[in-house]
């Protein structure tokens, strides 16, 4: 009989045990268990994305992920987010921050090259913030390779936007960089991947320019339009010539 009751308790203690640990294991998850979402995302991301976002992360959380999964996650699916901060807060709510590379320019009018040398769709951030940015233009056949991005990124940060502002700019290849001036369509700059236009090159051909058009050279003897061509590919020095070939 003694024996008998020492396992009726035992049998108590274990099922008392269980239930214990289920009570604590609900209780946990009531606790922590976030059911409520807040987000503060960069205003350059399009609402659309931002609702893409949204949804990700709230799938993340139904999969249970814990917060560095969820993080690292929305890291990987969307590379240009640049900081995530997520965290918890009362009550069982979780509140993300997520930061965007800001972008550097638009390449065909269809793709944004970002400061950390990435490319994206243009459709990706609004307008807004997109649309005041220096435009730069590729041939189809063109790839946007490393070595592209990191030259048209020195091409914006070295020339103070000022190339921008003035001219339009096309790259051809590593041996032909265009820049054709925007108000005197006779008029271009021709450099190269080693030869890129610095401010004080802008400003010499700005000089050239007005030279030219003191002499009324941009219109020849039968008033036809006239084109001319600023080489700076060459060493400490600028090669000023016609474009013969009409």
Request: proline fraction near 3%; hydrophobic fraction near 40%; charged fraction near 20%.
């Amino acid at each position: 009989m003694k024996g008998r009751r020492v396992h009726s308790r035992l049998i108590i203690l274990c099922v008392s045990s269980i239930v214990l640990m289920v009570g604590i294991v609900k209780l946990h998850r009531y606790l922590f268990t976030a059911t409520r979402f807040v987000f503060s995302i960069d205003p350059l991301i399009t609402h659309s994305i931002q609702e893409t976002i949204i949804s990700f992360a709230k799938s993340m959380h139904q999969e249970h992920a814990s917060m560095k999964t969820m993080s690292d996650s929305i890291a990987n699916e969307f590379p240009f987010i640049r900081s995530i901060s997520v965290q918890r807060i009362p009550v069982r709510s979780v509140y993300l921050e997520l930061k965007a590379y800001d972008p550097l320019c638009v390449i065909n009018n269809d793709t944004l090259l970002l400061y950390n040398e990435m490319v994206i769709p243009k459709q990706q951030y609004l307008t807004y913030f997109v649309k005041n940015l220096p435009h730069i233009t590729l041939q189809k056949n063109n790839t946007i390779s490393s070595v592209l991005k990191t030259v048209l990124k020195k091409i914006v940060m070295e020339s103070y936007y000022s190339a921008f502002l003035n001219y339009n700019v096309t790259w051809i290849n590593e041996n032909e960089v265009w820049l054709c001036d925007k108000k005197q369509e006779d008029f271009s700059i021709l450099g190269s991947i080693n030869r890129l236009p610095t401010s004080a090159i802008l400003n010499q051909c700005a000089y050239l320019k007005s030279r030219l058009s003191e002499r009324n050279a941009f219109l020849n003897k039968k008033k036809k339009p006239q084109r001319w061509i600023a080489d700076i590919r060459f060493d400490k020095q600028i090669v000023l010539y016609k474009n013969l070939g009409g």
